[in-house]
């Protein structure tokens, strides 16, 4: 089945610093990125989506230039928290779909755990 | 407004016993419904997924059952298992025709299986 990766999988920084989170579609070419948030007994949250090679499109709420997200190439996008302090503290999911699937068919990679100090 | 709710929030069953999850959603258009397993720390994997058109289907221990009539799917897991511990999760996808992602996610049923 298609396998997604997230890295690093759980992260602890202090306040005011810059965080990276990759995203990657292991087994298929993903043309579509989507970048989730979930807090504690909550449900995931679409952050944005991001089709390769392009701007990625954001949720309403969400703050694109705390938030950065690149997607420049089919297998690989990235979740950039800028200045980041404890509310942004969260799980970060990203899933990834490949074409235009009949289902619109999305696979998740495992989180990260992003906790800020 | 396009909702999925999920009940119970929470449930604790004995290993070896069945237990059905419900989902009610409003979702609006319809595409499709599937249900996740999500085990604490860890991205949603899918069990099922169903279509308009389909009532039942199953994978393994688990059947889900879709009224489209009347917008209500349950999760059916038979035998539980200590690893069943997890949280389901119902999600309903719009019919799209963009590249947004279109998935609207209920909160889940977390579901403990004790010895």
């Known amino acids: 089945g298609a396998v997604v990766s997230q890295h690093p999988s759980w992260v602890i920084c202090k306040s005011g610093t810059s965080v990276k989170i990759e995203c990657r579609s292991l087994d298929f070419q993903a043309t579509t990125m989507f970048w989730y948030r979930q807090f504690p007994k909550q449900s995931l949250m679409l952050m944005a989506t991001?089709?390769?090679?392009?701007?990625?499109?954001?949720e309403q709420g969400v703050e694109k230039d705390k938030f950065l997200i690149n997607h420049a190439s089919l297998t690989l996008s990235t979740l950039t928290v800028t200045s980041a302090h404890p509310e942004d503290s969260s799980f970060y999911i990203c899933?990834?779909?490949?074409?235009?699937?009949?289902?619109?068919?999305?696979?998740f990679g495992p989180g990260t755990r992003l906790t800020v100090l | 407004k396009n909702q999925v709710e999920q009940s119970p929030q929470s449930l604790i069953i004995l290993e070896g016993k069945n237990c059905t999850l419900q989902c009610n959603y409003t979702v609006s258009p319809f595409s499709n419904l599937r249900w996740y397993k999500q085990d604490t720390g860890r991205g949603p994997v899918s069990l099922t997924i169903m279509t308009f058109s389909e009532n039942t289907k199953s994978n393994g221990r688990y059947t889900a059952t879709l009224d489209a009539d009347t917008k209500q799917s349950s999760l059916h897991i038979t035998a539980s298992q200590l690893s069943d511990s997890a949280s389901y999760i119902c999600v309903v996808s719009r019919r799209y025709g963009g590249s947004q992602g279109n998935l609207i996610f209920g909160k889940g049923t977390k579901l403990s299986v004790k010895p």
């Open positions: 899933s990834a779909r490949e074409g235009q699937p009949l289902y619109n068919e999305q696979f």
């Open positions: 991001s089709n390769e090679g392009s701007k990625a499109t954001y």
